[in-house]
């Protein structure tokens, strides 16, 4: 049983695309976070939500707590931004839950 | 930016022996965290670790494992005695207020393999 769902699981998108990244999950949050994990395996945090909007740069992360949906998006992509990206939400208690993520190639 | 880091990058070790991975959190953090990555599946959860005591543990981190911060900087993972399933990239993250309140701050990784 998987708490955190995300999909799709690979994407492939010509350079300055927009590009989205779904992520559901299942059980009770306090936050949720998007992070990045580069060819080589280092992570990258993006954005902790807990609720609304936040945008850094071409990076946009929405969560709607109602439904237990966020979304990742990328304008404008470029090569890059190819990497994987991972949804994970945590409860109060400090607990994890990971998504498999969502591996991108943006093309030239 | 401030860095997390964690040594040795590497480590091979052979099955039942302990090893200990380390953690230097940015220095004015307040929370750790381990995560595993086994090669080619998700990352998962290990341990959260607030004011020199385990918060939350995963189903994964039982009597083998053990967490500590012996000298007020270092941040350790110890497996008591390595089994081949516990060869995983092996990531430390920190926060300063909690990982509800901001984003997380991840070490580079040890990957381990055991023989």
């Known amino acids: 049983k998987n708490e955190v769902e995300q999909s799709p699981q690979n994407l492939t998108a010509q350079e300055g695309e927009f590009i989205t990244i779904n992520c559901s999950y299942s059980v009770g949050i306090s936050a949720l976070h998007w992070l990045q994990q580069h060819p080589g395996g280092g992570i990258v945090s993006l954005f902790m939500l807990s609720s609304g909007k936040k945008k850094h740069g071409r990076l946009i992360a929405t969560i709607n707590i109602q439904e237990k949906h966020s979304s990742l998006h990328i304008t404008a992509s470029h090569p890059r931004d190819s990497a994987v990206y991972i949804c994970?939400?945590?409860?109060?208690?400090?607990?994890?839950?990971f998504g498999t993520g969502t591996s991108l190639t943006v093309i030239p | 930016e401030p860095e997390v880091t964690q040594t040795p990058s590497h480590q091979v070790t052979q099955m039942g022996q302990e090893v200990i991975l380390r953690c230097v959190p940015i220095s004015n953090h307040l929370y750790f965290y381990w995560y595993r990555q086994i090669l080619g599946q998700k990352v998962e959860f290990l341990v959260s670790?607030?004011?020199?005591?385990?918060?939350?543990k995963s189903e994964i981190f039982d009597d083998q494992f053990s967490v500590e911060r012996p000298d007020g900087s270092n941040f350790t993972l110890k497996i008591r005695s390595t089994k081949l399933e516990d060869s995983a990239m092996y990531f430390c993250?920190?926060?300063?207020?909690?990982?509800?309140?901001?984003?997380?701050?991840f070490g580079s990784g040890t990957q381990l393999s055991v023989l």
């Open positions: 670790f607030y004011n020199n005591e385990i918060s939350e």
């Open positions: 993250a920190t926060t300063g207020r909690g990982n509800i309140k901001e984003k997380l701050f």
């Open positions: 994970a939400v945590t409860n109060t208690g400090n607990q994890f839950y």
